[in-house]
């Protein structure tokens, strides 16, 4: 089997032997204002760029140059109830995984080249050691939202890692921490224990995590503006797929938080990811794009450089194919399993 390699820079392509890879489509592959200070709006210079007014999510109303008072306000408005309807039936069922991986696939190529690779000298490590801030960001969202999946892959480009608390339609435990935490359900919601920080409006996000972990770069060019453009194509794609909460699910979450290897355009990480959302489980997000200084890690943890991989401490499980993950934590952590 062969693979496609994609350059970002001049759109060239070459075929490599693939066999080293775990996953049967092509790998995809990608070779980013100032003074930021927050806590529910972002201060950049002398403008002051407000919090979102939806309270729900943003998908509703972003809020931004972009799509403020435009069509795709009311689009997204409409898609929202639509996407659930038809992601309504039972995600723990058989699947045709043909069709999965087709869908995802597509979805990935609709965000080239975001999401994919780390912007080169991001943080300055070699070994790893300095990849991230002593304590984890922290980030509220669901796997569906396109303005969601614009933070995901900002935080690919600077190889940061994550605690994520996936909150689906219907959640249970996170929208409720959202809450509290910044008084309003509004998504996604940023949350930087090391500053002090804690932020809603997806652009303002991107824009303090380039500043505060970019060594103050600008966001790669398209980043922002392409969102409303495809941002909204693998939620349609996936037919709304980590959008709502599985009913099934278990209502407490596990003691530990699972661990995923994953990088935000990866076609079969997506689909795990979706997984994680339905069933609300929170997890710690470790970005291994192209050029990650984790790829030394995953390969001592696994012998391979294949995501998506799953760690589960609480049960001393470690699996590497996405098809067994997925039926795994439908397994291991649905009310039935009690």
């Not at 050691?129 to 509220?140: A, G, S």
């Not at 209502?251 to 699972?258: A, F, G, T």
């Amino acid at each position: 089997m062969s693979s496609f390699t994609f350059s970002a820079s001049a759109l060239q392509m070459q075929f490599t032997d693939s066999s080293k890879f775990a996953i049967p489509f092509p790998t995809l592959s990608f070779k980013c204002q100032k003074h930021v200070i927050i806590s529910r709006n972002v201060k950049l210079g002398s403008r002051i760029l407000p919090a979102l007014k939806s309270s729900d999510q943003e998908m509703e109303n972003e809020g931004s140059s972009e799509i403020a008072n435009g069509p795709s306000t009311s689009l997204l408005s409409l898609l929202c109830p639509l996407l659930k309807l038809f992601s309504g039936g039972d995600p723990s069922s058989k699947r045709n995984y043909l069709l999965e991986e087709a869908t995802s696939t597509l979805s990935t190529l609709a965000r080239l080249p975001w999401g994919s690779r780390v912007q080169y000298g991001t943080l300055g490590s070699k070994d790893g050691t300095k990849v991230n801030p002593p304590m984890h960001l922290q980030i509220f969202e669901f796997e569906a939202c396109p303005f969601c999946r614009r933070v995901r892959e900002a935080m690919t480009e600077l190889d940061l890692s994550a605690e994520i608390y996936p909150c689906p339609k219907g959640s249970v435990r996170h929208r409720e921490m959202v809450r509290r935490l910044g008084g309003k359900e509004q998504f996604p919601f940023l949350v930087d224990p090391n500053t002090g920080t804690s932020l809603y409006e997806s652009g303002d996000i991107v824009k303090y995590l380039f500043h505060q972990y970019g060594q103050g770069r600008n966001p790669s060019t398209g980043l922002l503006e392409s969102t409303i453009l495809t941002g909204w194509m693998p939620t349609l794609l996936r037919a709304g797929r980590g959008m709502t909460f599985w009913e099934k699910s278990r209502k407490e979450p596990p003691p530990k938080k699972l661990e995923l290897f994953s990088y935000e355009n990866n076609p079969y990480a997506r689909i795990v990811r979706e997984a994680l959302c339905e069933l609300e489980l929170p997890y710690i997000l470790n970005n291994i794009g192209e050029g990650s200084t984790r790829e030394r890690s995953l390969i001592k943890l696994s012998g391979g450089k294949e995501v998506p991989y799953l760690v589960d401490p609480n049960t001393d499980t470690q699996i590497g194919d996405y098809k067994k993950i997925i039926s795994y934590l439908f397994q291991t952590y649905s009310l039935d399993a009690l």
